[in-house]
């Protein structure tokens, strides 16, 4: 185990290329409007491409977090890094269905996903000490956050200073500063575990069969699934929403920067509160919030402060619930393949969010608006709030902490 002081420079790392690829990414929904009027390919189809690039951002994590965790997450960053930044460049060609697939749904998709939660929180679980690593997960992510609240206004004024082009350059140059990055989590090829213990002799088919039949991984997957719903939705759409309601196009983009201000505080006191509380019960009351947050939203007059004071209430849970799912997952099953299967809830996270991108897109060209997306929303969000409850979790942190070490290795059944 690394020094204290040594193990924090791999979250800061991490956190800064975090910064980048969710900071680009979450901002694509200001580029729905201008690809529309450059390409005519209409708002449903725009939606469908961005929909793909949802779900292959979680299909390629649990891939991408296989290949990290036998060979290192060095190189799978670098390919991220050169993936992103051409699906990016190559946009700005596009003027059909299949090539806006190809290089937003596919190219710059899985690049995000290769220097995403999964293959970072996992390069940088090994190096930290297990009391820790919910706060560094959560620091991580507030790097994600901070990504969002400078790419959306920083997008949004080079859209109206230059244009959409030149904006999805400049996503691309950013893109290409991550490979450098990736030098300080490298790591070293790791071979198969061997040892004396059960746990030490884990393969990985062997942790997938075992993590496939715990309920309380599933319980997992599901509340994930409505988050991506959630949070897909809203990047996407939010312009769309901002525009039906007669508004100016930069209080989405101001709406956009202040969900990802507000969850830098939510993910850092996610990752506290980790270590204090139990992680189910973070979950339950974040997606619960979400539910009330948006029944408000609904009620309320649709005026700029509305918008804003509803993305500080969204921003302080947006991507908060990342922070306890992944710890929760290493409660369970220990670090050794955690990239692996903390990417397969963020692929379950992204099969949400295919159907929030893409639905949104039917919802307002079959309906003209969104309601009938928020009434969804606020369902799935109270099912997501309900279903975390069932988790098995320790009463105390400190005391699961014997129940596994690292290598996956489980202790005595702890409490619900």
């Known amino acids: 185990m690394a020094s204290t002081r040594s193990s924090w420079v791999f979250v800061v790392v991490a956190a800064s290329i975090l910064m980048i690829t969710m900071g680009t990414r979450q901002s694509m929904g200001l580029f729905v409007s201008p690809l529309n009027t450059h390409t005519g390919l209409g708002i449903a189809t725009i939606s469908f491409a961005m929909a793909i690039g949802q779900f292959v951002w979680g299909a390629v994590q649990p891939v991408f977090g296989a290949v990290a965790d036998r060979w290192g997450p060095g190189r799978v960053i670098v390919l991220g890094a050169l993936l992103l930044a051409a699906g990016f460049a190559w946009t700005t060609q596009v003027t059909s269905e299949w090539a806006l697939i190809v290089t937003l749904g596919l190219m710059s ?165 980790g270590n204090r509380v139990r992680m189910k019960y973070l979950l339950f009351w974040m997606y619960a919030s979400r539910a009330v947050a948006i029944l408000v939203y609904l009620a309320a007059p649709k005026e700029p402060w509305t918008f804003y004071l509803f993305a500080a209430v969204l921003g302080a849970t947006w991507l908060a619930t990342v922070p306890p799912t992944a710890g929760l997952t290493a409660k369970l099953f220990g670090t050794r393949y955690l990239a692996t299967l903390f990417g397969l809830t963020l692929f379950s996270h992204q099969i949400g969010g295919f159907f929030g991108a893409w639905l949104g897109g039917l919802a307002v060209v079959h309906t003209g608006n969104y309601l009938w997306m928020w009434w969804a929303d606020v369902v799935l969000a109270l099912g997501a709030a309900l279903v975390n409850l069932p988790i098995r979790e320790a009463r105390l942190p400190s005391r699961t902490a014997s129940h596994l070490d690292d290598h996956g290795t489980m202790g005595p059944t702890g409490s619900r």
């Open 109 to 273: 998709a899985a690049g995000a996903g290769a220097g995403s939660f999964s293959i970072l929180i996992g390069a940088t679980a090994q190096h930290i000490p297990p009391e820790r690593r919910s706060f560094a997960g959560g620091a991580i992510n507030a790097g994600g956050s901070l990504g969002q609240f400078i790419f959306a206004p920083l997008n949004q004024a080079v859209l109206s200073t230059f244009g959409w082009m030149q904006a999805m350059w400049m996503m691309a140059v950013m893109a290409l500063t991550t490979a450098p990055m990736a030098w300080w989590l490298r790591g070293e090829p790791k071979p198969p575990v061997t040892g004396s213990g059960a746990a030490a002799t884990l393969t990985l088919r062997e942790q997938l069969k075992i993590a496939a039949r715990d309920r309380s991984y599933w319980c997992l997957h599901a509340g994930f699934f409505t988050c991506g719903f959630h949070i897909a939705f809203l990047v996407t759409h939010m312009p769309g929403e901002v525009s039906l309601c007669g508004l100016n196009a930069s209080v989405a983009a101001t709406s956009l920067a202040i969900i990802g201000l507000a969850n830098v505080g939510g993910s850092l006191a996610a990752g506290a509160l």
